[in-house]
T-cell receptor, first 117, second 114 residues
Framework: GAGVSQSPSNKVTEKGKDVELRCDPISGHTALYWYRQRLGQGLEFLIYFQGNSAPDKSGLPSDRFSAERTGESVSTLTIQRTQQEDSAVYLC???????????????FGPGTRLTVL | AQKVTQAQTEISVVEKEDVTLDCVYETRDTTYYLFWYKQPPSGELVFLIRRNSFDEQNEISGRYSWNFQKSTSSFNFTITASQVVDSAVYFCALTDNYGQNFVFGPGTRLSVLP
C-alpha cells in the first residue's frame, strides 16, 4: 500500500481480555517498529523488527506483551490479560533501509487507540 | 545511552510570528541521525526532516528551517510566519547508525492562534 496501515483503528476491551493489533508496513520496508503513546505523552518504544527477527525487545513493558512479524510484512502486537494502564494509542512505523549507515526515516501508521475498561 | 530533550512543553504564538522549537540530544555515537516529526490533532505522525551527524549545514524548506549544531548538541526547528495549520505536537528524535535505537523527545505542543 501507499502508507503504513493499522487495524483496528479503535479497540475497546474489558480488563483481563487479550487483544491483537495489526500493522501492515509500506511494501518493501524491512524495518518495523511499535510504539505506545499514552494520552498527552511522548512516544514509548516497544519493539523493533529487522525482517522477521526482533533484535531489540527491550521496550516491551511486561511479559503480557509480545509481537511477531511474518517475513517483511505484517506484524501483530499482542497484549494478554489487558490492564487499564495499557490504554493508549499504539503506533507502528516502518522504514525502508536496513543495516548500518542508513538512519532511515520512519513512516508512521495512524495508530490503534486501545481503551481498556 | 541516547536521550533527546525538548525543554519547551507548550508554546503559543500568534499567526505570522516566527517560532523556534528547541531540541538537545545526547549520544556517544559518532554517527547518528536526527529527525523532526509533526503530530497534528489527527494523530498521525508526519516525517519532516532527517539529518545525519556529518552534515551540519542548515536546511530550509519553505517556512521551515533547521539549525544543527554539534558543538551544542542541538537540532532546533524554526517556523517562519507561522500559520494556524502549524498547530501540532512536534517531536525531535535520534537514532544510531543502525536505525535501531530510535529515541523520541517528549514533544513540544505548538499552538498558533489566529
Amino acid at each position: 500500500g501507499a502508507g503504513v496501515s493499522q487495524s483496528p483503528s479503535n479497540k475497546v476491551t474489558e480488563k483481563g481480555k487479550d487483544v491483537e493489533l495489526r500493522c501492515d508496513p509500506i511494501s518493501g520496508h524491512t524495518a518495523l517498529y511499535w510504539y505506545r503513546q499514552r494520552l498527552g505523552q511522548g512516544l514509548e518504544f516497544l519493539i523493533y523488527f529487522q525482517g522477521n527477527s526482533a533484535p531489540d525487545k527491550s521496550g516491551l513493558p511486561s511479559d503480557r506483551f509480545s509481537a511477531e512479524r511474518t517475513g517483511e510484512s505484517v506484524s501483530t502486537l499482542t497484549i494478554q490479560r489487558t490492564q487499564q494502564e495499557d490504554s493508549a494509542v499504539y503506533l507502528c512505523a516502518s522504514s525502508g533501509l536496513a543495516g548500518p549507515h542508513t538512519g532511515a526515516a520512519q513512516y508512521f501508521g495512524p495508530g490503534t487507540r486501545l481503551t481498556v475498561l | 545511552a541516547q536521550k533527546v530533550t525538548q525543554a519547551q512543553t507548550e508554546i503559543s504564538v500568534v499567526e505570522k510570528e516566527d517560532v523556534t522549537l528547541d531540541c538537545v540530544y545526547e549520544t556517544r555515537d559518532t554517527t547518528y541521525y536526527l529527525f523532526w516529526y509533526k503530530q497534528p490533532p489527527s494523530g498521525e505522525l508526519v516525517f519532516l526532516i532527517r539529518r545525519n551527524s556529518f552534515d551540519e549545514q542548515n536546511e530550509i524548506s519553505g517556512r521551515y528551517s533547521w539549525n544543527f549544531q554539534k558543538s551544542t548538541s542541538s537540532f532546533n526547528f524554526t517556523i517562519t510566519a507561522s500559520q494556524v495549520v502549524d498547530s501540532a505536537v512536534y517531536f525531535c528524535a535520534l537514532t544510531d547508525n543502525y536505525g535501531q535505537n530510535f529515541v523520541f523527545g517528549p514533544g513540544t505542543r505548538l499552538s498558533v492562534l489566529p
